[in-house]
């Protein structure tokens, strides 16, 4: 009878442990599959949140170049009808964004006329951006005359503007400060005798500090 009671108790036991064990796999098994969820919900937001400022990245992009060409089309209207006003319609103009390197928003006018004549003319705009750019242009042996010209205005800031001669010397260098607004204008005739001192690949070099305002720089030669 005692070996009875032992025998059902330790089957009792046996039970309770049995019970015990798959209540815990079953409970490991829900907490696996729940942190199994967890993550994979977290991955489909980060993949959401990517997608998101994907698109909002290409928006942004397709508004820049908008902006862009528009500023580009505003450009050439105006330059063309600079061109009527002055005689010179007959010339032929290219409006062309600056190349890779050089700073964003700066427009290249370059035209070509009867007379040999050619123009190089830099705009920009800058709200706060401190920036370094610059560029090359040529001076072929036919050109007898030089003109450069530049203007601007900051309201914070300084934009430092130079010219260099072929051989590296500075022919011009301005900076436009918050002190005053910039009208520069130099013409010279090229003697036969300076050529070797003209003729060449010339740079131009654009830095701002921090500069809040504007700038033109046109260079014209013929």
Known sequence: MKNTRMLKVLSAILI?????FMLHA????EA???????QEMQIKELEMQLKKQQMEWEMQMKKQQMEQEKKTAELARAYEAEARSTGRARERSFVYTSPSGSDE??????????ES?????????FNGETVNSSGEFEVDEKTTHFRLTANGKVRHGEIALKVFYPGGKVFKDLT??????????????IKEEEKKKYVGVWKYEVKTKTAEGNYMLSIMTH
């Open 32 to 38: 696996q599959k729940k942190e199994k969820q967890e």
């Open 105 to 114: 928003g700066a427009y290249f006018i370059q035209s070509f006329g009867q």
């Open 16 to 20: 309770l442990l049995m019970t015990g």
């Open 176 to 189: 436009i400060n918050s002190s005053a607004q910039i009208n520069y204008s130099q013409s010279l005739t």
């Open 26 to 29: 079953q409970t490991s098994q």
């Open 117 to 125: 004549q050619s123009q190089l003319t830099l705009r920009n705009s």
